[in-house]
């Protein structure tokens, strides 16, 4: 009599998914694609913006759209530095950094070296998890019970009632501003200590051309209240769009406590959101934030098909796999951060 012994499969990993988007032919960067179209996307942008600043006939009613639609271009484009701050653009570090410089710090004002720090070092490992992820820790917001508890009377009053409208009204136009102050002192006290002082350097040479670039080029063509004008709703703007693309992609989930389980972390505490072509392609994958969350380095051109990839292989091991339309994703953020004042953390662990 024979018995056949067969050999358990192995358990679900990280490892595993990119085994099998690599055996896919996935991950190998194509930056004539993204450069392209990081350069349309800026073309039209700036086109969309000068129209609104030189076009005297435009009625308010026809100026608001369109200089709604300039910035979520600009934004679009700036978010194409996001793949080469992740190295996801070219086999070439130097090409990764000029597009992550270019996107982030040219258009954005942001230092890459800060958002390195923050976004690929500490967010992206520990996503979600209280104490450790910066994008949960959002000052005198309350996205856990023991955040709540940490804030004095008055605060934890206004936590209770008014935390939601605070987030949309207040917290998310001030999204970039903050990003560009917090990049300014990121870079400057990099270069008081020292640390990776060419690195600055470099950020303050790309900081320095964004503000030429966004205040003192356009002097010569427009009004300095124009100018100022300009500058602070492309700032206020793209922060509300950046806000609205990102915290669905987490928010909706409670804090983490502690992870024992990497991609349960990362599939736990992550969804992706459904939407029209349009944003599809603007979005610049972050409609696909499951697969950038498993592969950062994945293009964000492959993330798509990416996408049937990873959800199969969570179908086949009973992993969760989250994806709504965005208009829920976006009702759920706001739920979420409604009562997150009561939410208690929750463990990971596989």
């Not at 055996?23 to 004539?32: E, M, V």
């Not at 709540?148 to 999204?175: C, E, T």
């Not at 990497?262 to 736990?268: C, E, F, N, T």
Request: overall charge positive.
């Amino acid at each position: 009599m024979t018995r056949t012994v067969v050999s358990p499969s192995p358990p679900p990993s990280l490892a595993g998914v990119l085994q099998e988007l690599r055996a896919a032919g996935l991950g190998r960067p194509a930056p004539l694609r993204v450069f392209g179209k990081f350069v349309g996307l800026v073309a039209c942008a700036l086109v969309v913006l000068a129209v609104v600043a030189h076009e005297a006939a435009l009625t308010p009613l026809a100026r608001a759209p369109l200089l709604a639609l300039g910035c979520w271009l600009l934004a679009s484009a700036a978010m194409c530095g996001h793949d080469g701050a992740h190295g996801a653009a070219s086999t070439r570090p130097w090409l990764n950094s000029l597009l992550a410089q270019a996107g982030f710090t040219l258009l954005g004002g942001l230092s890459v070296g800060y958002w390195r720090y923050k976004h690929n070092s500490l967010h992206h490992p520990r996503v979600n998890v209280a104490l450790e992820d910066p994008d949960v820790q959002q000052g005198l917001l309350a996205l856990s019970a023991r955040q709540h508890a940490a804030h004095g009377p008055f605060i934890r009053f206004l936590q209770r009632h008014f935390q939601a409208p605070v987030f949309w009204l207040v917290g998310a136009p001030l999204v970039m501003v903050d990003l560009k102050l917090t990049s300014l002192w990121f870079v400057a006290r990099g270069l008081w200590t020292g640390e990776r002082r060419r690195d600055q350097l470099v950020d303050l040479a790309w900081l320095a051309a964004h503000y030429v670039f966004w205040l003192a080029l356009p002097l010569v063509a427009l009004p300095w209240t124009t100018v100022l004008l300009l500058y602070a709703v492309t700032t206020v703007l793209p922060g509300i769009f950046l806000a609205a693309v990102f915290a669905p992609a987490h928010i909706p989930y409670p804090l983490v406590a502690e992870s024992r389980d990497p991609l349960l972390l990362q599939l736990s505490s992550t969804r992706n959101f459904r939407t029209n072509w349009f944003f599809r392609f603007t979005l610049i994958g972050l409609d696909h934030q499951v697969e950038h969350h498993v592969a950062p380095t994945l293009p964000h051109s492959q993330l798509a098909r990416a996408a049937r990839i990873v959800r199969a292989y969570c179908s086949r091991h009973g992993l969760p796999y989250h994806e709504t339309s965005w208009a829920r994703a976006l009702w759920d953020t706001t739920v979420s951060v409604r009562e997150g004042w009561r939410t208690a953390e929750v463990v990971v662990a596989g």
